[in-house]
């Protein structure tokens, strides 16, 4: 089988079983948007999974996405997913559509400088380390509503959606509660009414753990190895 078409199969496999995920929570998949995550492939592989339909990329280190980004950057829409470190807000904001791992106060005041400079407004994903994993990123949950009202001044960032990572469980069934777990921060934001709009997305769900995260809320899952492949 060519390259393409490996890539074609495996599109249709998740797409079925984002479908399938979706019938058992009773959600349309069209509420579940896929960002095909870039990171482990080339840039050859980069423009084949744009050919093959893919419009959402995903890439988590600035570094490694550049050239990728000079290539394609006027095809598709970029999702930067990966911790950002406040000296290369200059290079992703005005390339990158969303950032899903607004994490600290320092953060979003350089992403702010940036994209009112820029005249536009940056979704952001607000990235919670909800597992309380050491190694991950992301403010503690705990956080969030404090948080969120720091940014209400700042209005060039509009605050997308909740952003996080689970564990990785070789039974992925043990990182439910972790999604649950953000569902639940996103609608008591909500129920908050910290912002002057309703909050709705929700970022959650890689490889290993996509199908638990749809079928707790997930509006955009990231997926690497199982959708794009790994070379
Ligand atoms: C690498 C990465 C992904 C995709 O990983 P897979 O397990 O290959 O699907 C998703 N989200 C983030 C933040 C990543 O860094």
Redo the contacts with the bound molecule.
């Keep these: 089988m060519t390259q393409q078409s490996l890539l074609t199969n495996r599109i249709e496999e998740v797409q079925e079983r984002v479908a399938a995920a979706c019938g058992r929570a009773g959600r349309s998949p069209a509420d579940v948007q896929l960002i095909a995550?870039t990171?482990?492939v080339s840039l050859e592989s980069t423009g084949q999974v744009l050919d093959a339909g893919l419009t959402h990329i995903?890439e988590?280190r600035w570094q490694d996405a550049a050239p990728k980004w000079e290539a394609f950057g006027n095809r598709g829409t970029w999702h930067f997913?990966?911790h950002l470190q406040t000296n290369k807000v200059k290079d992703v904001v005005g390339r990158f559509a969303y950032i899903?791992s607004l994490d600290r106060l320092s953060l979003a005041k350089e992403i702010e400088k940036k994209a009112s400079a820029l005249g536009i407004v940056v979704p952001c994903f607000l990235q919670l380390n909800v597992s309380g994993e050491e190694s991950k990123y992301g403010m503690e949950p705990e956080a969030l509503l404090p948080f969120v009202k720091e940014l209400r001044s700042m209005s060039s960032i509009k605050v997308e959606g909740l952003m996080t990572?689970a564990p990785y469980e070789s039974e992925p069934e043990e990182t439910r509660p972790v999604f649950r777990a953000l569902r639940e921060w996103r609608d008591r934001l909500n129920e908050a009414a910290v912002l002057d709009y309703e909050v709705h997305g929700l970022s959650m769900g890689?490889?290993?753990d996509f199908e638990v995260a749809i079928e707790e809320g997930a509006t955009w899952v990231?997926?690497?190895?199982?959708l794009v492949g790994?070379e």
């Design positions: 995550v990171k482990y995903g988590n997913i990966g899903h990572m890689m490889s290993n990231r997926l690497g190895s199982v790994k």
